[in-house]
């Protein structure tokens, strides 16, 4: 025992003690105490933190050994994906090295029918504590290696994670090596797993769900097709969630986008909000969910870096679309090219748009 470690033991069994040394005693078992919870509050943030990046990345994972075995691991030859091995000195005015190092771009892939009718880039900067979901428009006219133009989607039936990672980092200039898959019944899954989630939804959103959410009841197997009755802030569960973010129908292509950021914004709110009990419930059966290439170690570097910052990445969450129809984002507009609808967009301005998003204006 240390020096100071010896000095309390032997005044805690001093005979003596007048009422003022009992106080102070008193007061510091509260520090502690108080001190104890606090710790306990930043582990379950921490664990909350953990289970959201398997849920975005798919890979910052569990504990135990055995729970490794229930995600999908499938590894790519990055000689194959495309990357922009230039992109340091392209955004150097902007971050230093050791920025640009510290920050973790990875691909959500959400799959149905064989197409990523959902593509996002989820951005995490550990240096400025930030998240950033960028969608990327499923119709987005693109060159695809083998295809010709076509739509960004088809990268993924035409070739899997290979050819969708290469044919977004050659048509934006960027190096994402990593990926998750996740297909829509896994989501349906996981919304039902933690509960559900809180969305704002208009009379127009509520009544689409309610006209099409039997299409997602009968994909995750189930008979007891549940409605909505009110509209405004609502609880979804698993099969409304997907009906809403596949919803094309109000507003264009990109009020999908972003209902799909808000439906995965909403996933991370609830589960940042759950208890550590629950959270290490349901961490398997999220995680068996998931197909990644995500490397372990690093993830769990990243876990550890996010010890003392969890706040900050929750509240600092972005979302936005490239290309887009908005100036400065790749702005572009919808197009029918042989008879096909496409968006067809500035692809060396929605290039740029990336760059600043992800790594800063300068």
């Known amino acids: 025992m240390g020096t100071k470690g010896k000095r309390m033991a032997d005044d805690e069994f001093k005979p003596k003690k007048n009422e003022e040394q009992v106080e102070q005693k008193t007061q510091k078992k509260v520090k502690k105490e108080k001190k104890h919870s606090k710790a306990k509050t930043i582990i379950i943030i921490i664990i909350s933190i953990l289970l959201i990046f398997a849920i975005i990345f798919g890979g910052l994972l569990y504990f135990a050994s055995t729970t490794l075995g229930k995600i999908g691991f499938e590894s790519l030859d990055e000689s194959q994906l495309g990357l922009n091995n230039d992109l340091y000195n392209e955004v150097s005015s902007n971050v230093s090295q050791a920025e640009f190092n510290s920050i973790k771009n990875v691909a959500l892939f959400g799959i149905d029918g064989g197409r990523s009718d959902t593509i996002i880039i989820a951005s995490l ?27 960004i989607n088809h990268a993924y039936a035409y070739g899997k994670e290979t050819l969708a990672l290469k044919t977004i980092n050659e048509n934006f200039g960027l190096n994402v090596s990593e990926y998750v898959t996740i297909n829509f019944k896994g989501l349906i899954n996981i919304i039902n797993k933690i509960g559900g989630v809180e969305v704002e939804i208009s009379k127009a959103e509520m009544d689409y769900i309610n006209e099409n959410v039997a299409d997602s009841y009968r994909l995750s197997g189930k008979s007891n097709v549940k409605k909505l009755s009110s509209y405004g802030k609502v609880t979804l569960n698993g099969e409304q969630a997907l009906t809403h973010a596949r919803n094309r129908t109000i507003g264009n292509d990109f009020y999908r986008e972003e209902r799909q950021r808000d439906v995965i ?39 550890t870096e996010a010890l003392g910052n969890s706040s900050e990445y929750l509240n600092s969450v972005e979302s936005k679309q490239i290309p887009s129809d908005e100036a400065g984002n790749g702005s572009g507009k919808g197009q029918m090219i042989s008879g096909v609808y496409y968006f067809v967009s500035d692809l060396d301005e929605a290039s740029q748009a990336f760059k600043d998003t992800i790594y800063g204006e300068e």
């Open 265 to 303: 914004t909403a996933v991370m709110d609830k589960v940042s909000k759950m208890g550590l009990t629950k959270i290490l419930g349901l961490s398997d059966s999220i995680l068996s969910e998931v197909k990644t290439n995500l490397n372990i170690t690093e993830c769990i570097g990243i876990l």
């Open 125 to 151: 900067n550990q240096t400025d504590h930030t998240i950033k979901l960028i969608s990327i428009p499923r119709d987005t006219y693109v060159s695809v290696e083998g295809h010709g133009k076509t739509k």
